[in-house]
């Protein structure tokens, strides 16, 4: 009988250094992510200025990227939204926040889209100058962290749907909350360093 105890206690401990370790491995990958934007961020420094005579920034859509942004902060605080939810026990009103949050990213993700096909109709493209090349590197890599987010959200909602609200689940939905707060966090940054400082 305390063998039985002693290995149940064995397994929680294990399984709890597990959920610890997976959390610490988001943190490694988050500070790993703060480098790559800010050396995407150090790149257009560099650069916004080398635009071989052709676009600037100044000819930026402003109302568009000021609707991208006012979109991923409402999504921000959608998927804070969800985490109540969750700790609540809610799974429905949980599932229902996580979906709204992702279709607020499909439609970021679409006026991103809308942005980058517009300045390409008018000769604006990735090669045409190293300022452009510095600005869709920095801006895309963000759209892409936000698409592989929705991926990412999908899959927890099916998770969700099929085993509901439970520890290993509570620990994913928090770590993509910190995750999609985190885009939003560098949005914030390019929307002050490239578009508003640029149209200025």
């Not at 920034?57 to 902060?73: H, M, Q, W």
């Not at 279709?103 to 008018?122: C, R």
């Not at 993509?176 to 949005?187: E, G, M, R, T």
Request: charged share 10%.
């Amino acid at each position: 009988m305390q063998q039985s105890m002693t290995a149940h206690t064995d397994h929680d401990h294990g399984h709890v250094d597990q959920e610890e370790l997976k959390i610490l491995g988001f943190w490694i990958f988050l500070v790993t992510d703060c480098l790559l934007f800010a050396t995407f961020f150090s790149a257009y420094a560099v650069l916004h200025n080398h635009t071989n005579g052709g676009f600037t920034s100044k000819e930026f859509d402003i109302p568009g990227f000021i609707i991208e942004t006012f979109v991923l902060l409402v999504s921000s605080f959608t998927s804070g939204l969800a985490v109540l939810q969750m700790h609540k026990g809610n799974k429905k009103g949980l599932i229902g926040w996580l979906l709204v949050t992702a279709a607020l990213g499909a439609v970021f993700v679409g006026f991103e889209i809308n942005e980058f096909t517009n300045m390409a109709q008018e000769g604006a493209t990735l090669t045409k100058s190293a300022f452009l090349t510095s600005f869709f590197s920095l801006v895309g890599a963000h759209g892409c962290h936000v698409t592989f987010g929705i991926f990412w959200m999908i899959g927890l909602i099916i998770q969700l749907s099929s085993k509901g609200i439970t520890n290993v689940t509570k620990r994913k939905i928090s770590i993509i909350s910190l995750y999609w707060h985190f885009l939003d966090a560098v949005w914030i940054f390019i929307f002050t360093v490239v578009y508003l400082m640029g149209v200025m």
